[in-house]
């Protein structure tokens, strides 16, 4: 295990098992009670140190989470295009194979300074309020995808739960950037709306995957195994969701500073 090498200036490299060197920030906090790793897309590594913590204990943290680390950044890698800097627009359009679904958008302008979205009819998404913010008007939708997801979810992950005899205690659906599920200790669900823009199968293998973890909560081979009894073909669909990102329309993602 390599230790990273760190300037007076808070900048540290890091040499990861996959051969790249990666740069990353050391940031100290006078609110942090713990070391904290923090990845993305935009920024990559940053470490949340507490005052007065040793520099030492920060880099062999670092060093101990150096495959973690490059396995998050290769999901990363994937999104990135999903984080640019282009100018947002207003979908008018679009499908949730999740669901076999079309849905198409109406933007309605009234004297609301806000702006809302619902299903109008069959298909057919109405936006309306101050809709020349086109942020707002990705806000609104995003705010429509979470509540849908909630009770396609829902009934999917119960179906799921009942087929394979595994148990959870809720669900949350979330927006979340870079994780398409987790589950706690406590056997609590959480789920990434966006998972309805992925083919069924993948769904599927994404709800299995996180009952599996109310029998392992961590990666070993034990659950894996549980996993491939309850999803057969559970290798070849692990491998295709490296590249499920790119099925994710850039307004479905969570901006900076919104809930969803």
């Not at 006078?30 to 470490?47: T, Y």
């Not at 987790?182 to 083919?199: E, Q």
């Not at 996993?227 to 990102?245: N, T, V």
């Amino acid at each position: 295990m390599t230790t990273p090498a760190v300037d007076a200036s808070g900048q540290a490299h890091l040499d990861l098992p996959d051969g790249r060197g990666l740069e990353f920030e050391i940031r100290s906090s006078a609110k942090a009670r713990s070391l904290r790793l923090k990845v993305s897309a935009r920024d990559g590594l940053v470490v949340i140190a507490p005052n007065g913590v040793e520099r030492g204990r920060v880099m062999q943290l670092v060093a101990s989470k150096a495959d973690w680390i490059a396995e998050r950044l290769s999901e990363f890698d994937a999104v990135r295009h999903l984080v640019s800097d282009a100018l947002p627009v207003r979908p008018q359009a679009f499908d949730l194979p999740a669901l076999a679904e079309s849905w198409r958008v109406e933007y309605r302008p009234t004297r609301s300074q806000t702006v809302g979205a619902r299903t109008d009819q069959p298909g057919r998404i109405l936006v309306a309020g101050a809709i020349e913010d086109v942020e707002a008007c990705q806000a609104a939708l995003r705010r429509w995808l979470a509540r849908h997801a909630k009770v396609a979810l829902s009934t999917w992950l119960g179906n799921v739960a009942q087929q394979t005899g595994l148990c959870y205690t809720d669900l949350a659906v979330k927006n979340q950037r870079t994780r398409w599920g987790s589950c706690t200790a406590h056997g609590r669900v959480s789920l990434n709306c966006k998972l309805l823009f992925l083919p069924r199968e993948l769904v599927r293998y994404v709800i299995a995957h996180e009952l599996c973890h109310t029998l392992e909560s961590n990666h070993s081979s034990r659950f894996w195994a549980h996993l491939r009894q309850f999803e057969p073909g559970s290798d070849a669909l692990h491998g295709k969701m490296r590249d499920a990102w790119k099925l994710v329309p850039a307004w479905a993602q969570r901006g900076s500073g919104s809930l969803l």
